[in-house]
């Protein structure tokens, strides 16, 4: 079953990319907010740039100089009718799988098709809510086995490297270091 549909929280998400860009370029990347923008004036601004940047120019330009073209054109229509979107948070959940957005949408359906029964008085309201039950408890069971797995992995690695550092910051001592290696010697707390 295909998850798109024509509402406007689906993203969109539009990247040229030519050879001569490399990994520092996708880091400074805008993001952009068009809500409320009028895409009449935006068409006229970003055929206006195009204009004033030469288009005649632009059709004998190489492939990797026409997308950085298209993309300087773009960023300067965007400047003037959207506001670029500022993210608060930057670090990324490096934790998150596949398989836990797999179970997460098939939580969301679960949970639909149990509210739409139950909302049409259809039989088999309870079997839908078991389940439900059942998908979310998986979900939340391999929600905090990834986690935990994750942060394992991640104290195993700087435990050692620096045993009162980043590992146990808010954490307990206790908690976080399992045992400590000095000079070959490994101590088990």
């Not at 506001?83 to 596949?98: A, C, L």
């Not at 149990?114 to 259809?122: L, P």
């Not at 939340?140 to 986690?147: A, D, F």
Request: aromatic share 10%; with cysteine.
């Amino acid at each position: 079953m295909n998850d798109w549909s024509i509402s406007d929280h689906n993203v969109i998400l539009i990247r040229m990319m030519s050879e001569t860009m490399n990994d520092s370029v996708l880091n400074v990347w805008k993001r952009w907010v068009c809500k409320d923008v009028s895409w009449e004036d935006y068409e006229s601004e970003l055929r206006k740039i195009a204009g004033a940047k030469g288009r005649d120019v632009y059709c004998e330009m190489n492939v990797d100089r026409m997308a950085e073209g298209m993309t300087e054109w773009i960023q300067e229509a965007n400047g003037k009718y959207m506001k670029e979107r500022v993210y608060q948070n930057k670090r990324s959940m490096q934790w998150w799988t596949k398989e836990l957005s797999d179970l997460k949408r098939h939580v969301r359906k679960s949970r639909k098709a149990w509210q739409n029964a139950r909302k049409d008085g259809k039989e088999r309201v309870t079997e839908r809510l078991n389940e439900y039950k059942k998908v979310l408890n998986e979900y939340k069971y391999r929600l905090r086995k990834v986690k935990e797995e994750s942060w394992k992995r991640f104290v195993s690695v700087y435990s050692n490297l620096d045993p009162w550092g980043v590992a146990c910051r808010g954490k307990n001592v206790r908690e976080c270091l399992t045992s400590l290696c000095v000079n070959g010697i490994e101590y088990v707390t």
